[in-house]
């Protein structure tokens, strides 16, 4: 990503309504997964740290990240050193080391994704799992994903066949940010009829209108207990190693 990207992100996830309530979805997704007390949490590609605290709730975490920059930032932040690594060849963790591997809004940086998701799976404990979520639709293709330096957004069979095809058993692909999609999707469009469109999407909203986004977008970890949705703006997906 762009340093300014980094830069903005560690500015904004602990307050932005986008971060706040992915975390907060995230938090209830993984404990469900019910890990031992002594688990072992890795993050992968963790940028300025925004989810650390939030996994280090369940269990040691370590993470990597490729950015110097970010890396810097997410050390300080996460209060230990945080480790330089890049998917899919440079990872320095033995196999067969975690309990949960998360990589949140990581692999669609990476053209090999299927190699970086392959990587991950090797450091799993077998029966462990691994947590990602990714954008959707090629066609909400914006500068969003431009300025991110995205190399493509997925579809929910995609990533499920991602998933396999790394040699992990699918538990749960889900869409989620269902609720506020249309509205999200109709901004997209808009600004790009006003001639807008390389506005950033991710601008801190007026407080008031940055809490109710939020309580909206974390509401849906109540349904995403219990159902997969189907459409949203990211998908979520769990995996099993066998």
């Known amino acids: 990503m762009d340093k300014s990207v980094y830069l903005r992100m560690a500015e904004q996830d602990h ?7 992915r975390r907060r979805i995230l938090q209830d997704q993984i404990a469900a997964l019910r890990l031992p007390p002594d688990a072992r949490v890795l993050e992968a590609g963790c940028g300025p740290g925004g989810n650390l605290a939030m996994l280090s709730e369940f ?3 370590d993470a990597f990240e490729m950015d110097e920059d970010a ?6 932040r996460g209060g230990f050193e945080v480790q330089p690594g890049k998917l899919p060849g440079d990872i320095g963790f033995e196999p067969d080391s975690f309990d949960l591997i998360a990589a949140l809004d990581v692999i669609e940086h990476i053209e090999a994704d299927l190699e970086s998701v392959q990587a991950l799976a090797k450091l799993l404990r077998p029966g462990a799992r691994l947590i990602l979520t990714v954008p959707v639709y090629p066609w909400l293709w914006s500068i ?9 957004r997925y579809t929910r ?19 989620f940010n269902t609720i506020l999609f249309p509205l999200i999707v109709g901004i997209r469009f808009l600004k790009k009829l006003a001639g807008i469109a390389d506005k950033p999407d991710d601008d801190m909203p007026p407080p008031f209108l940055n809490a109710v ?3 909206i977008f974390a509401a849906e970890r109540f349904a995403l207990r219990h159902v997969s949705l189907p459409f949203g703006v990211s998908i979520l997906c769990i995996a099993r190693r066998r």
Do not use: T, Y
């Not at 969003?144 to 493509?152: A, M």
């Open 71 to 76: 890396r810097r930032i997410a050390s300080a």
């Open 157 to 175: 069979p995609a990533v499920q066949k991602l998933a396999e095809e790394a040699g992990l058993v699918v538990e749960k692909c889900s869409h």
């Open 15 to 21: 307050k932005h309504w986008w971060f706040v309530a």
């Open 213 to 215: 986004l939020g309580r």
């Open 144 to 152: 969003h994903d431009e300025r991110h330096h995205h190399k493509r």
């Open 59 to 61: 269990g040691r975490l």
